[in-house]
Structure formats: structure tokens, C-alpha cells
């Protein structure tokens, strides 16, 4: 066996979040290894999301920040100030997406990160794929080269876990929750299997009443079925591949024939029937349409041979559904024609087909850490605005809690015995919560698995499957990403573990670098007041309950 890399930090998953770390701790000094299974680094941002989900235009952590400044200085020297292409790309609350990038760009520019740090040792199209844990505390991990039987092996000091299955967490031996909660393990109100309605019309209302400073959502959840069992399950939300789709003739490839194993039947019902619909940068966009609920149930324990299948078959879908809406005779010819206004660009995975190397895996393991975040912490306390504050916060939720279908739906694919629901609750698990969610916080206890005292894991946090609608997004986890990297020079720094941390001195280091712990309405407009940092400490302790900077409890 070659002789392992010996480092301070080895972050796994070069996700958004783990560049986010890695770059973090490297700017710091320390020796850092990231990994990731594929040949391209950035995750989801660099595989066709295209887009910052988000409800604020918060920058909430200095490497967040610098990722907004790098696109949007691209896009003004690219197309010009205040150019279709430079708005776009402007991270800005009064629309929605906040902001958009073209997944080529923004890889571009993680690369450019890393590479600026020479610390940082990067190992691409490599898995782990055992854990040597000591105690306590992880000592080294092998990994596996996805193309061959190649073997290398990593030492550490610590080690961050920022993949989204959460599979180092599992190597070494975490606690980790699959699927659904059932209703009565935490009083949640939409925990387990239920039956759903979704409706129409701006929320939350505090957004539209300007009391709260979010972007609205055009839908809000509709009544639930009272018969529903609200039952634990092993289900996760749907997953789909989200590939960037181009309406620019010039750089714009039409699909010439459909996938392989094409079947018609599976459209013939299919309601989702979009590809997309504005084209802001250089003609493109995201194609969100394609999810297959209930056939990624098994993808977050499997082997990767097995997640490949997986990952093909919505492939597949996907563009099996690009092609059934150009081309079938049943889609009438007024909506065929707009929908072959969209290809595959083809400056875009150019490598790979122009379509996207990973899908997005929306939801996996979920560790079960020093603090479980629920629905009820994301809920206004009564007769307050905000919810439950936590002393040890480190980070913001803007998005509300939400939830893609977990198995099929009524009408999806028509007649058969193995849908759900009924014409009155046509979805299993569709969750959107955008009226009754509020702003909350995540402690850093959710990022501390028990029983591991040398693991930070900053995408796979531990919440329950209601909450992780609110914690599920890019942004977020970026910031989570960055508190690790913070979180790891402390107690590289200190001797300390990681669980046993000043916290106090961690939400200082962020604060100080113009990081935020608690959402207020006046972020953009405080970054210079003298009390922004004091406010922010006040309301995780329960003594701030309002929003606004100005307006005490």
C-alpha cells in the first residue's frame, strides 16, 4: 500500500460547502485535502441548478460573498454594465431566482479558489471508502478510484464531511436517519406520511406585508389529508438531473433522438411539463420538470455502481421528457414548437454530452448530532416573532421548509396500482410551508455528530426530514461549509475538539469577518453599524424577537 498523505484537515465532497471549508482553512495556514467523486469540482452549482435559492439577498459569509462578487464582476466585464446577462447574475431580493450563473462560470471560478491555495491538495473521481476510527476519533481514510482499483489513504487531524450522501459520516460509524420522522417522535405537525393539497397565491404574508424582508413564493400548502398516518418511512424527497437547457440557435444542441429505453407511456400522463422559462444568461436556464418520486429510495445507503443506475435512469427521464415535449404528436403543435426553442448548450458539459456529471440528490443521510434541528425550531413561538432562539447559532435558514413529492403522485403517470392519493390530496409528502415558516437558526450542535470527536459535517446536518427543507440549499450550506472551516482552524489552533469549542469565540470569528448568526431585515444597510454584531447575539439569546434592527421586543 503506497505510503497515505498526511494533512491537518481532509474535507470529503468538493460540494460548494467543502471548497467553502477547504478554502477557508487553507487561507489559514493549514494543510488541507479535498476529494470528490467526480472529475469536476462545485456540486450542484456546477451541474445545472443555475440559480441561488434563496428568499434574502443576505451574503451571510465572507467565501458566500466572495463567490456573488466573482459572478457578477464575470458577467459586467463579460456583457457589460447593467447588461440582461450582469442584472441577471446581481444578487438581489426584488425577484426571484435572487441570482443566476451558467455552471461552466462558476465552476470556472471554484477552480480558481482552490487552485489559489496551494495548501489545498485536491483529489478528483475518488470515493471513500473506509474509515480507520480510534476511539473517538477518525485516524485515516482510504479511498477508491471510481475508474480503476486504485487505493490511496489519507491522514488527518480532522476531518470534514461535506458530501451530500454523508457517506464519511456512515464509514465511521455516525447514527444517521433515512426518510421521514414519524408525527409523534418530535410533535411535528407535517412529520411522516401524509397526503397534500398545494395552493396558489403569494407567501409568507408577513414577506408581502414588509414586515419580513424575503422574496415571496407564488404557492403555500394547501389542507392535508386528516386521514394521513403521519407514519416513519424510509422515503426521501425526489431527486431529478437538472440539465441546463439553451434557446440561443447559435450555441443550442437539439436532441436528435430520444434515449434508449424511451417509453411513451410514462409521458402520455405526465404533468410537470416544462423545460423552462426564462433564458437571462447568455440564452440559458434550469429544466427543474423531470422528478421521479419513490425511485431514489435506495440511492442514499447504496454502492456506487448502484447510485449510477440511479443516477442514468433520471438521466433518462429527463431527457426522454425534452424529447416527448418536442416532439409527440399528443403535445399539441402550439406548445411543441415553444418548447424546441430549448437544446442543450453546447459550451456546457462539453465533456460529458452536455448534460450535467451529477443529479441532484436532494435529500440522504441525515446525522443525528448533538442537536436535532425540527419543524417546531423553524416555527414562530407563541405570541412572538421569531422562533426558538439557540445560544450557539452559527447560521441563518431564509428558505421555507419544503419538501419534493416522496413517491408518486396522483395523475403523474395515469392509470396504475401503484399510485397515491386521491383527486382531493394528490401528494405523498409535498411540502411547502413558505406562510408558516419564519427565519430561524441552526446551532452548531447540528453539525456535530455524537460520538466523533475529530468530524464536522456541514451538508448532511442533523435535522428531521421537515426541517431539512429549510437547511437543503446552496447558500446555506456554503455558509455551513465556511463555519466548518472556521470551526476546524479553532480547534486545530486551540487543541480543543471540536465539540468542545468556545462557541462564543467561533460566532466572534464570524461576525467580526461579516458572517451572520440571525437573520435581521436591514442586513445590507447594518454591515457598517457599530450594534449589528451585538443584535445578532441578542437575538440568539432570546432577547431580540424582532426582525427589524430598530424595533426591541
Not at 62 to 87: A, K
Not at 200 to 214: I, K, R, W
Not at 487 to 508: H, R, Y
Request: glycine share 8%.
Amino acid at each position: 500500500m503506497p505510503q497515505a498523505l498526511d494533512v491537518d484537515i481532509c474535507v470529503v465532497g468538493a460540494t460548494p460547502a467543502g471548497i467553502a471549508a477547504a478554502v477557508r482553512a487553507a487561507r489559514a495556514g493549514h494543510r488541507v485535502l479535498l476529494t470528490q467523486h467526480t472529475r469536476h469540482l462545485g456540486g450542484m452549482c456546477t451541474n445545472g441548478l443555475g440559480q441561488w435559492d434563496a428568499k434574502s439577498d443576505h451574503r451571510r459569509c465572507p467565501i458566500f460573498g466572495e463567490i456573488l462578487n466573482r459572478l457578477e464582476t464575470h458577467y459586467r466585464e463579460t456583457y457589460g454594465e447593467g447588461s440582461p446577462e450582469h442584472r441577471a447574475a446581481q444578487y438581489r431580493v426584488d425577484r426571484y431566482p435572487v441570482g443566476s450563473y451558467e455552471p461552466s462560470v462558476i465552476e470556472g471560478i471554484f477552480k480558481q479558489m482552490v487552485e489559489a491555495e496551494p495548501a489545498i491538495t485536491v483529489w478528483l473521481n475518488v470515493c471513500p471508502e473506509s474509515a480507520d476510527v480510534a476511539g473517538a476519533a477518525i485516524a485515516a481514510v482510504t479511498f477508491h478510484e471510481r475508474s480503476g482499483a486504485t487505493r490511496r489513504t489519507a491522514k488527518a487531524r480532522l476531518f470534514i464531511d461535506a458530501t451530500y450522501e454523508g457517506d464519511l459520516a456512515a464509514l465511521a460509524g455516525v447514527s444517521c436517519r433515512i426518510g421521514r420522522e414519524g408525527r409523534s417522535e418530535y410533535d411535528e405537525p407535517h412529520a411522516g406520511r401524509l397526503l397534500t393539497q398545494v395552493e396558489h397565491g403569494d407567501a409568507p404574508s408577513l414577506a408581502t406585508a414588509g414586515v419580513l424582508n424575503l422574496h415571496t413564493f407564488p404557492m403555500r400548502q394547501g389542507p392535508i389529508d386528516p386521514a394521513g398516518p403521519g407514519t416513519a418511512d424510509r422515503a426521501v424527497q425526489a431527486y431529478n438531473t437538472r440539465p441546463c437547457v439553451c434557446r440561443d440557435p447559435a450555441n443550442r444542441v437539439l436532441l436528435e433522438e430520444p434515449p434508449a429505453n424511451f417509453d411513451r407511456a410514462e409521458f402520455l400522463h405526465y404533468t410537470r411539463r416544462s423545460l423552462a422559462i426564462s433564458a437571462d444568461i447568455h440564452g440559458k436556464n434550469s429544466y427543474n420538470a423531470a422528478i421521479l418520486p419513490g425511485e431514489n429510495w435506495d440511492y442514499p445507503e447504496a454502492d456506487w455502481p448502484t447510485r449510477d443506475r440511479i443516477s442514468r435512469r433520471h438521466l433518462d427521464f429527463a431527457l426522454g421528457l425534452m424529447w416527448f415535449l418536442q416532439n409527440d404528436p399528443s403535445v399539441p403543435a402550439a406548445q411543441r414548437e415553444p418548447f424546441r426553442t430549448w437544446g442543450l448548450p453546447a459550451d456546457e458539459f462539453t465533456d460529458n454530452g452536455h448534460v450535467p456529471y451529477e443529479m441532484y440528490v436532494r435529500e440522504t443521510r441525515r446525522i443525528v448530532g448533538r442537536h436535532v434541528l425540527t419543524e417546531n425550531d423553524l416555527l414562530p413561538r407563541e405570541g412572538l416573532m421569531r422562533p426558538r432562539p439557540f445560544a450557539d447559532s452559527i447560521a441563518f435558514t431564509d428558505w421555507y421548509m419544503d419538501s419534493h413529492s416522496c413517491s408518486r403522485d396522483l395523475g403523474t403517470y395515469g392509470a396504475g396500482d401503484d399510485l397515491v392519493g386521491t383527486p382531493e390530496f394528490p401528494y405523498d409528502g409535498k411540502l411547502i410551508l413558505t406562510e408558516e415558516f419564519r427565519p430561524g437558526m441552526v446551532p452548531y450542535r447540528c453539525l456535530l455528530p455524537q460520538g466523533v470527536e475529530n468530524l464536522i459535517v456541514p451538508v448532511c446536518v442533523s435535522t428531521t426530514h421537515v426541517a431539512w427543507g429549510s437547511v437543503r440549499l446552496e447558500p446555506i450550506w456554503i455558509h455551513l461549509g465556511e463555519v466548518a472551516g472556521f470551526a476546524a482552524c479553532q480547534a486545530l489552533a486551540s487543541g480543543e475538539t471540536l465539540g468542545n469549542l468556545d462557541v462564543s469565540c467561533l460566532q466572534g470569528t464570524l461576525l467580526e469577518t461579516g458572517g451572520a448568526i440571525a437573520f435581521f431585515n436591514q442586513h445590507r444597510e447594518a454591515a457598517d453599524r457599530s450594534d449589528y454584531a451585538d443584535r445578532q447575539l441578542a437575538a440568539c439569546h432570546g432577547d431580540w424577537d424582532s426582525y427589524d434592527l430598530d424595533e426591541p421586543r
